[in-house]
């Protein structure tokens, strides 16, 4: 059974920083590509950023660009979204996502698999 858990949420003031981990069991991240959504309330989910199994891949929004780096740690079977400079419309519930192919990777769906969500909230 898989499963990916967030942690590393909370409340922090604009300009601070946050690391989010996601720890999978059920699956070795290094045979996945891992990523991260956000969802602010009465929004959809939006993608984050997201790392291809040989970790030479990377992709982020453009929103986050130069503020937030996600890496991986194959031997914890974790990974991690450094967020930096944080802004309150970085405000959402963020998720943990795995696929088995990196393409089209931005595109939520249903057959990810995901965590049940970590919350951020920046306040100004």
């Known amino acids: 059974q898989v499963q990916l858990v967030e942690s590393g949420g909370g409340l922090v003031q604009a300009g601070g920083s946050l690391r989010l981990s996601c720890a999978a069991s059920g699956l070795f991240v290094s045979r996945y590509a891992m990523g991260w959504f956000r969802q602010a309330p009465g929004k959809e989910r939006d993608f984050v950023a997201a790392?291809?199994?040989?970790?030479?891949?990377?992709d982020y929004a453009d929103s986050v660009k130069g503020r937030f780096t996600i890496s991986r740690d194959n031997a914890k079977n974790t990974v991690y979204l450094q967020m930096n400079s944080l802004k309150p419309e970085d405000t959402a519930v963020y998720y943990c996502a795995a696929r088995s192919s990196y393409d089209d990777f931005r595109t939520p769906r249903p057959s990810n698999y995901w965590g049940q969500g970590t919350q951020v909230t920046v306040s100004s």
């Open positions: 790392i291809k199994w040989t970790g030479g891949n990377i």
